[in-house]
């Protein structure tokens, strides 16, 4: 569904991604980490075709992201890091212009707002004013908005930021119901949201790749050393691996 | 076109959620309520006396077009330099500095659609700005009865020179504000390009020659003299055109740019 190959992205001497590549299949929830300046946002950003790359290319849905920018961008849904929210407006305006401008029918505009809202809790505020909001309800207003027009593909960078305890569980179970029919990539420093939620890992540090897999192949091979009887060495936590991997 | 118009609607919403545009037509209707009563009180003046000189050719000149409407027109334009770069100036500095301009990215909308939805968004507030002093020759219209009358011909093109001339002016300021990610920058700048374009004319007085209709053809206010007497000519429609043409294609690419800084 993803297939990202070679990626590199300098911004003038700084090299923020180097020779990038992986593949998220359909259904999937990859689950992207790395630690701050690693090139997660970078990559993400490049991946919804905000940005160009260097070199290397980006496939979504079979579609090259620099060559057929308008097929990808039909068949994505992007949560950035801020969520880009018009605060003037009220909460039904903005997503009634989001659903307008990824081409919902007008018939079907008001029908999918609600819908959408229902499922993120915004159905609560959605008449609101949205630079009244509080910063979670922000955060679930920007989650909303990559939800319209029902994407394939979606890419969340760091949804559950600024959300209460009780909320971080409710978008968490609201990303599970999400896998199958979509594809996500979800950027996140919570450590436990990956375990929670997503199958596979994919860790950068200093702009590349150094984990790629599942969770529990991750947790075989950076497992303890064996006990003399011969059983399994304990079983690292993700935190620990992360550390290992990024500190390096 | 769908794309374009769910922009400008968007746009349209900001204006009147903020109190840009209340602020605006209301400064916009005291400042030229100001200018049409002074006229008028020029005109009632005037009236008297040549009636006093009981001179019938003198006061059969006497007409509201040249007596009110010229100056009335040639004030709006003035103006709409000093209200225009307050209604440009969030138009794409904003986007940037809040960083929405990724969810435009992100959408299947093209950059073109961004700017011509921007565009046409400032223009219909432009348009409800001028349409609300249609009241002072619609008044004039009522209550002079026995004076000639408004020549709704004239009237009428002078509102095409403003809206032009208006149309210019805003895609000058479209542009400045796709160029930075600060809104009063952008308004400096817009506001300071504008007043250039008026004040370049003043030195035509102490010029001659070709270089005296070069600056005077750069003028804004020139080609909108001719309106407000009521001729249209080709020249100046096209210097308005070819105005918002270059504004608008060079925000296109300031935009495309951006993507790639």
């Not at chain 1, 020779?19 to 950003?45: H, Q, Y």
């Not at chain 1, 819908?115 to 008449?127: L, Q, R």
């Not at chain 1, 979606?154 to 179970?173: F, H, K, M």
Request: proline share 4%.
């Amino acid at each position: 569904m993803i297939e990202v190959s070679h990626l590199v992205k300098n911004y003038r001497d700084l090299k923020a991604v180097q020779d990038v590549s992986f593949e998220v299949k359909t259904g999937e929830i990859l689950g992207f980490l790395g630690p701050n300046g690693a090139g997660k946002t970078t990559t993400m950003r490049i991946l919804t075709g905000v940005i160009p790359p260097t070199s290397g290319s980006v496939k979504v849905c079979g579609f090259d992201v620099f060559e057929q920018p308008m097929e990808v961008k039909r068949r994505i849904g992007y949560l950035p890091e801020n969520p880009p929210l018009y605060t003037e407006m009220t909460v039904r305006d903005y997503l009634g212009f989001v659903a307008s401008i990824k081409g919902v029918g007008r018939k079907a505009r008001k029908a999918e707002v609600e819908s959408v809202a229902v499922k993120t809790n915004c159905d609560k505020f959605i008449e609101r004013v949205i630079g009244n909001l509080s910063k979670g309800q922000r955060q679930r207003v920007g989650l909303a908005q990559a939800l319209l027009g029902d994407p394939e593909v979606l890419i969340l960078d760091e949804p559950t930021v600024g959300l209460d305890p009780a909320q971080i569980i409710e978008v968490r179970e609201l990303i599970k119901s999400l896998a199958g029919k979509h594809t996500i990539v979800l950027s996140t420093h919570i450590l436990p949201e990956v375990t929670a939620t997503c199958q596979r890992v994919l860790i950068i540090a200093g702009g590349k790749v150094v984990a790629n897999d599942d969770l529990s192949g991750l947790r075989d091979r950076y497992a303890g050393a064996a006990t003399a009887d011969g059983r399994p060495g304990p079983a690292p936590s993700l935190e620990e691996i992360f550390l290992k991997l990024t500190s390096a | 076109m769908r794309n374009t118009i769910a922009i400008a609607r968007k746009e349209l919403n900001i204006y009147f959620a903020t109190p840009i545009a209340y602020v605006m037509f209301t400064l916009f209707v005291v400042i030229s309520s100001f200018f049409f009563l002074s006229l008028l009180s020029q005109y009632e003046y005037v009236s008297l006396q040549y009636m006093r000189m009981n001179n019938p050719e003198l006061m059969n000149r006497l007409n509201f077009q040249d007596m009110i409407f010229r100056g009335l027109f040639g004030n709006l334009g003035v103006i709409l330099i000093f209200i225009v770069p307050f209604l440009t100036m969030r138009l794409v500095a904003e986007e940037k500095r809040t960083k929405t301009i990724e969810l435009l990215y992100t959408t299947p909308i093209t950059p073109l659609e961004i700017v011509l939805g921007k565009y046409f968004a400032c223009l219909s507030i432009l348009a409800v700005a001028l349409g609300l002093t249609l009241l002072y020759p619609a008044l004039l219209q009522i209550l002079a009865k026995d004076a000639a009358g408004v020549e709704w011909r004239s009237v009428a093109l002078g509102y095409l020179g403003l809206f032009l001339i208006g149309a210019a002016y805003i895609a000058v300021g479209l542009f400045i504000s796709a160029l930075t990610d600060s809104q009063v920058v952008a308004a400096l700048i817009t506001f300071v390009v504008l007043l250039m374009s008026w004040i370049v004319g003043w030195s035509a007085a102490r010029l001659e020659g070709w270089f005296r209709e070069f600056v005077l053809y750069l003028t804004a206010v020139t080609h909108l003299e001719s309106f407000s007497r009521g001729v249209v000519e080709p020249k100046d429609i096209v210097y308005f055109l070819s105005i918002v043409l270059f504004g608008l294609f060079a925000t296109h690419r300031a935009v495309e740019a951006h993507r790639w800084s």
